[in-house]
Nanobody
Framework: QVQLVESGGGLVQAGDSLRVSCIAS????????GGWFRQAPGKEREFVAS????????YYADSVKGRFTISRDNAKNTMYLQMNSLKPEDTAVYYC??????????????????WGQGTQVTVSS
């Protein structure tokens, strides 16, 4: 079992930067691929980014490519999402997830076994 807890969300203005973190406890996070998803009010959960166990393979949604960076520190059992040049359309609850069934993570949320409770990110115009 892996427990995930997100932190770092908040209210920012368009163009600002924000970093959200995901701390894993229980089994070591090193054995899992990781991912970030988000869900805006009235919309379905959507993929943001994923990372393999070593951090050497990264994958991004087109909507965040070039603005967001996913990373991880296995020694700290932590995954990060650095968000730059934020836009109002980035407003959502951001969830981190861990997958033991897929080596590289990816955009299919059904492949993720464990989820955090989410952290709210609000970008004002």
């Amino acid at each position: 079992q892996v427990q995930l807890v997100e932190s770092g969300g908040g209210l920012v203005q368009a163009g600002d930067s924000l970093r959200v973190s995901c701390i894993a406890s229980g089994r070591t996070f090193r054995g899992y691929a990781g991912g970030w998803f988000r869900q805006a009010p009235g919309k379905e959960r959507e993929f943001v980014a994923s990372i393999n166990w070593s951090g050497g393979s990264l994958y991004y949604a087109d909507s965040v490519k070039g603005r967001f960076t996913i990373s991880r520190d296995n020694a700290k059992n932590t995954m990060y999402l650095q968000m730059n040049s934020l836009k109002p359309e980035d407003t959502a609850v951001y969830y981190c997830a861990a997958s033991s069934t897929t080596r590289y993570g990816g955009s299919d949320y059904s492949r993720y076994d464990y989820w955090g409770q989410g952290t709210q990110v609000t970008v004002s115009s």
